[in-house]
Nanobody
Framework: QVQLVESGGGLVQPGGSLRLSCAAS????????MGWYRQAPGKQRELVAA???????VYGDSVKGRFTITRDNAKNTEYLKMISLKPADTAVYYC??????????????WGNGTLVTVSS
């Protein structure tokens, strides 16, 4: 069974920084893309950033230049470095991974989410 466990959320003041982590565990054969999505109250879930195995990344327009996604493939872990945070970044952030296990084909898995609150 695959688990994605996020950490690093919390309360931060506007202009501050946070780093989120997501570790994937279980009978993982290979991980293709890993990414971060977020959902603010009353809004749809949106892409924040995603990176393929080689580290090539895409970002949502609202976070370009402020957020950076990185991966440690050896640890099946991804990170999201967030700087210059704004109140509009307040949301639950979800880790996502497209991966294969020893017994299942490529499919998406999700973490339970970590709350990021940007407020003074």
């Amino acid at each position: 069974q695959v688990q994605l466990v996020e950490s690093g959320g919390g309360l931060v003041q506007p202009g501050g920084s946070l780093r989120l982590s997501c570790a994937a565990s279980g009978s993982i054969y290979s991980i293709n893309a890993m990414g971060w999505y977020r959902q603010a109250p009353g809004k749809q879930r949106e892409l924040v950033a995603a990176a393929n195995y080689g580290g090539n990344a895409v970002y949502g327009d609202s976070v370009k230049g402020r957020f950076t996604i990185t991966r440690d493939n050896a640890k099946n872990t991804e990170y999201l470095k967030m700087i210059s945070l704004k109140p509009a970044d307040t949301a639950v952030y979800y880790c996502n991974a497209a991966l294969e296990t020893d017994s299942t084909p490529l499919r998406d898995y999700w973490g339970n989410g970590t709350l990021v609150t940007v407020s003074s």
